[in-house]
């Protein structure tokens, strides 16, 4: 596939990491990315942006890095953040049954904390396997979706183990966190976002959706069509609602409202590199609070010193340094945003279509481009050169 000429600023990083993120960027054009945008912020200079993009989608729109991105599951960093700031102000608990904010509508929730279900220990089944959210998910249902009715999707599966025995990523934990919030605060979702976050940090294209609209240029994202989807993603999955682009789908206008707490934020890279700098600086959360986000579970049982997830974030040591991160995934975005320990150095890789990350097997070519990409990303805010292999996939999502 020929791709478009790519856009590329910046003077913090050196030419050799620039010529090299240019030419990985082209390279996730050519192997099926509709467009991708990448920010480096290593704390020495004006940060380096990138944006390419594929030449069939440039007259749906010319894709600039400052655009903004649905973020998918990064939007639980956020959920955590607003946790735990009541938590400092005295408002929450972590320890608090999940049953005091929101009795009758979990079950055992007496024995499930707000904390188990920020760091996914709770057991809850995730709702996204629920058939019923399918026509959502796939745009073809355009509901407005509450946080209620999302954790009732969830709750209504048999536990995957008992409270606090395991770790298993679940959107239903968010959507109950989310719930909580709207309980404890008398606020929705998106008031208390804007008013706690976007405000603050004069963040000028954050904001929780509620429903398709956008605030601002966005980027538009993209699925294959059915006749150019692989033959090895499950047929559920295959058949996007939207309007068909050169063997695509574009699926920037459907609904996010299915994420909820656990998925339904807009930002861009710029505004999300500000929010993990004040996150990690201390500037939004008191240090008990920033430290308690950073205590970690570990996300696989047999490897304790391997990446760990906290409340809303996890971290892990890759090849050029250790990170504190979160991607995102929803139809036609994914994104992967990390930051160092203090907030300093920043970077995100944006990509304008998801499918690939959710059945990688189907799109090895893609797969590996984009984890090649955010392999050198990483390396390059860390002022190190990139290693020939990339990492393994992130378990979250």
């Known amino acids: 596939m020929a791709t478009a000429a790519s856009s590329a600023v910046g003077s913090g990083t050196t030419p050799q990491q620039r010529a090299q993120l240019n030419r990985l960027a082209r390279e996730l054009v050519a192997a099926g990315a509709p467009g991708v945008v990448v920010r480096v912020d290593d704390g020495h200079g004006r940060p380096l942006e990138i944006t390419e993009q594929a030449p069939w989608t440039r007259p749906d729109h010319r894709l600039r890095a400052g655009d903004e991105f649905r973020m998918g599951s990064s939007t639980k960093t956020v959920m955590a953040t ?235 040591a890759t090849p050029c340094g250790t990170v504190w991160a979160h991607d995102g995934g929803i139809p036609g975005y994914l994104s992967v945003t990390v930051t160092d320990p203090t907030g300093r150095r920043t970077a995100n890789v944006l990509v304008a279509t998801e499918a690939f990350a959710e059945h990688p097997d189907a799109f090895p070519e893609l797969a590996k481009a984009a984890k090649t990409l955010q392999t050198a990303t990483v390396c390059a805010m860390f002022d190190k050169p990139a290693p020939i292999a990339a990492p393994t996939t992130d378990p979250s999502g």
């Open 82 to 316: 607003l946790v735990l700031q009541l938590v400092g102000e005295g408002k929450l608990a972590l320890t608090d049954p999940v049953d005091t904010w929101l009795p009758g509508q979990v079950p055992n929730g007496r024995a499930i904390t707000l904390r188990m279900l920020l760091n996914h220990t709770s057991g809850l089944v995730d709702y996204t396997e629920d058939p019923a959210i399918l026509p959502s998910i796939m745009g073809k249902d355009q509901r407005r979706w509450t946080s209620e009715q999302l954790l009732a999707l969830g709750v209504r599966h048999d536990p995957t183990f008992p409270p606090g025995s395991s770790w298993s990523y679940s959107n239903t934990n968010y959507a109950a966190i989310g719930a909580v919030l709207e309980k404890a605060t008398g606020k929705g979702l998106a008031d208390l976002v804007r008013d706690r976050i976007a405000r603050p940090l004069h963040l000028e294209h954050t904001y929780y959706a509620t429903d398709s609209a956008w605030h601002g240029p966005h980027a538009h994202g993209y699925e294959p069509d059915a006749a150019h989807m692989p033959p090895d993603v499950p047929a559920g999955f295959r058949d996007y609602a939207g309007a068909h682009r050169d063997g695509h789908v574009d699926v920037s206008d459907n609904n996010p409202s299915w994420g909820g707490a656990a998925g339904a934020m807009v930002s861009t890279a710029y505004d999300w590199s500000r929010f993990y700098s004040a996150l990690m600086s201390g500037k939004l959360l008191p240090a008990a609070q920033l430290a308690q986000m950073r205590t970690t579970v570990p996300i696989f049982p047999d490897q304790p010193d391997g990446p760990g997830y906290g409340l809303g974030i996890q971290t892990s």
